[in-house]
């Protein structure tokens, strides 16, 4: 009986919502991430070789990594506005 209670039309709405939302952050975070990745690329570039003996790899990992959450970030809205259950299990099993 409960079940049937979570199936109204307010609540779904409300649970996509919180869905787009959370996506929206996320893919906000990697927009950030990508940011601070290609700031500190092509702006602190001299300064890092020139702290580091060795050349380091920090932006290229910060630079993927957002690249990689912007991308999930933008199937998981679009999954969740087309409502597709298969596109959600994908972006969930990717996320954990």
Do not use: Q
């Not at 779904?12 to 500190?40: E, N, P, Q, R």
């Not at 999930?72 to 959600?88: D, E, I, Q």
């Amino acid at each position: 009986m409960a079940s049937r209670r979570m199936e109204t039309k307010p609540v779904i709405t409300c649970l996509k919502t919180l869905l787009v939302v959370y996506s929206f952050v996320f893919w906000i975070t990697g927009a950030i991430l990508l940011a601070v990745g290609l700031w500190g690329k092509f702006m602190l570039g001299a300064y890092i070789s020139i702290i580091a003996d060795s050349s380091t790899n920090a932006p290229y990992v910060l630079i993927g990594t957002g690249t990689c959450i912007i991308v999930f970030g933008l199937f998981g809205c679009f999954a969740t506005c087309r409502g597709s259950p298969w596109m959600l299990k994908l972006v969930r099993a990717r996320r954990s």
